[in-house]
């Protein structure tokens, strides 16, 4: 609601109460996680998309997510120097991934190794809402990402030698 606000520039009640409005008619759906209220078109995200959104609105899970999606069965050392916090915000964030059911876990000795649980839904919602993430990491991952998929239309083209 805060980044509608200043996009806007209206007062909060003012568009408290329009937002209110959109949703009575339908045009929104609404969510409050405990800490943000989020808006969305509706019909257009379901519950699992709408779960994903909520957890990569935040710059370090957002990190965190690219990160395993290219490098999948990482441990906490080896994400940490990607996610830009200390090791300690690091867990936790693991955590919140975890519980958001966003990231699993599997013990493998002595350390924990992560990978994402839906890859292709989240990278999905990554690469389709990237310009509402200000993100530099999120542009780099989309145009890895995109770069890994194969074509429009189905499977891989063969390499030039194999063709028929």
């Keep these: 609601m805060r980044s509608v606000q200043r996009e806007l520039a209206l007062a909060g009640g003012t568009l408290s109460y329009h937002l209110d409005r959109m949703v009575k008619l339908g045009l929104l759906s609404v969510r409050d996680d405990g800490h943000f209220t989020r808006y969305y078109v509706a019909h257009q995200l379901g519950r699992r998309e709408k779960d994903v959104m909520a957890v990569l609105r935040h710059a370090v899970p957002r990190r965190v997510v690219a990160h395993l999606l290219l490098h999948p069965d990482a441990s906490h050392g080896e994400i940490l120097p990607h996610a830009g ?5 690091l867990s936790f964030h693991l955590r919140r991934l975890l519980e958001a059911g966003v990231v699993a876990q599997r013990r493998d000795g002595r350390e924990n190794r992560y990978l994402v649980v839906e890859p292709d839904l989240v990278a ?10 200000v993100d530099d990491v999120v542009d780099r991952f989309a145009e890895a990402w995109l770069e890994l998929a194969p074509p429009e239309g189905g499977e891989e083209e063969p390499p030039p030698g194999e063709r028929g």
């Design 85 to 89: 916090v200390g090791a300690s915000t």
């Design 124 to 133: 999905s919602v990554l690469v389709r809402y990237k310009a509402s993430f």
